[in-house]
């Protein structure tokens, strides 16, 4: 068994071999220590924007979830938490322009999930979806006229 093992890790197949020993990963509590939402003051053409941050705790709720666009994640929620509602936890939040709110990571300390997807319920098209480590020390998403992105927190830099 070592043998199989050592090979299938020499051939770069590490995380089949740790599956195979039973060391595959395992779902992890969010490591952030705030994550922050600024919006821009011309953010979804001047309009509130639905924000979730959404922790997935089933692989193939992660599969489902993370091909999906905001638009069709924001059309699906109410049927997939009332079909689904151990598979994930959702933090809404509303986020007028101009506006800035930090979350404290206290609010997802005692959660535990295989990844965390944020979705933004823009009015223009697109995915608006991002993934964000559980891992990171915290994010700040940067929401834009027409899309967002994330930027990750540095240990030691301001919060």
Known sequence: MLLVVATLAGCG???GARALVGLAPAPAKPGWT????????????DSALAVDIVLVKDKAMLESLAAMSAAKY????????RTFPD???????????????????????????????????????G???????????????????????????????AR
């Open 74 to 81: 924001f059309g699906a929620r109410a049927d997939l938490q």
């Open 87 to 125: 598979s994930f936890s959702v933090l809404p939040i509303e986020i007028t322009p101009g506006q800035q709110i930090r979350i404290d990571g206290q609010r997802f300390a005692k959660q535990r999930a295989w990844a965390a997807l944020v979705f933004a319920n823009y009015a223009t098209p």
């Open 34 to 45: 705030s994550v922050t939402l600024a919006a821009a003051a011309d953010a979804n053409a």
């Open 127 to 157: 995915e608006h979806r991002l993934r964000l480590l559980l891992d990171n020390q915290g994010y700040v998403l940067h929401l834009n006229a027409q899309e967002f992105i994330a930027s990750d927190i540095k240990p030691g830099s």
């Open 13 to 15: 197949a590490v995380a």
